[in-house]
């Protein structure tokens, strides 16, 4: 099983990001699909995760702003950051149960 990432980079606040994370391997289905993001100095946390028959959840810090999406076919999990903060700077790592990618680096800064 492989996760790849890809998407991060460098933007203001206020700005948007788009991050993708391709599934490779003994993976079937993106139900249960997740991402998570760990700033310097803090534990890893949650942010999004989504579920093929019902939907998606979110961490309270990016409700309304952050949207976790996918593609069934591709094996393929989105997250689309909008009005990025600074507090939003970490790596971010996909996740598919014991799995997890390299990370894509997030960061959110003038």
């Known amino acids: 099983v492989q996760l790849v990432e890809s998407g991060g980079g460098w933007v203001q606040p206020g700005g948007s990001l788009r991050l993708s994370c391709e599934a490779s391997?003994?993976?079937?289905?993106?139900?249960?699909m997740a991402w998570y993001r760990q700033a310097p100095g803090k534990q890893r946390e949650l942010v999004a995760r989504?579920?093929?028959?019902?939907?998606?959840t979110y961490a309270d810090a990016v409700k309304g702003r952050f949207t976790i999406s996918g593609d069934n076919a591709k094996r393929a999990v989105y997250l689309q950051m909008n009005n990025l903060k600074p507090e939003d700077t970490a790596l971010y790592y996909c996740?598919?149960?014991?799995?997890w990618g390299q990370g894509t680096q997030v960061t959110v800064s003038s």
């Open positions: 989504i579920f093929t028959l019902g939907g998606s």
């Open positions: 996740n598919k149960n014991t799995f």
């Open positions: 391997g003994n993976i079937f289905s993106i139900n249960d």
